[in-house]
């Protein structure tokens, strides 16, 4: 069964850190584009970040870009993204997502909570 494991999230204060990551398994990690997506309750899920399955093109959302970076390891099947500069308009459920279009193949993950707050 594939599975998508986040890890990761956590409380932190403005102006801090986190990392998260995103474990894969039992798919051909590198032939998919990986995403962070994130949600809050009420409101659609946004895309955060992506990354080719080479890792050479990515993409961000114009309200993370200069502070967020996404980054994959593919010999460890992981999808990372350093979040910095933290606001509290990034608190959110974050979800990582796994897609390949040629056959159509898309696998989410369960997420990860990231709370910013003083």
């Known amino acids: 069964q594939v599975q998508l494991v986040e890890s990761g999230g956590g409380s932190v204060q403005p102006g801090g850190s986190l990392r998260l990551s995103c474990a894969a398994s039992?798919?051909?990690?590198?032939?998919?584009?990986m995403s962070w997506y994130r949600q809050v309750p009420g409101k659609e899920r946004e895309l955060v970040a992506d990354?080719?399955?080479?890792?050479?093109?990515?993409n961000y959302a114009d309200s993370v870009k200069g502070r967020f970076t996404i980054s994959r390891d593919n010999a460890k099947n992981t999808v990372y993204l350093q979040m910095n500069s933290l606001k509290p308009e990034d608190t959110a459920m974050y979800y990582c997502?796994?897609?390949?279009?040629?056959?159509?193949?898309?696998?989410w993950g369960q997420g990860t909570q990231v709370t910013v707050s003083s």
């Open positions: 990354i080719t399955g080479t890792g050479d093109s990515t």
């Open positions: 997502n796994a897609l390949r279009r040629i056959p159509l193949n898309e696998y």
């Open positions: 039992r798919f051909s990690f590198s032939r998919y584009v």
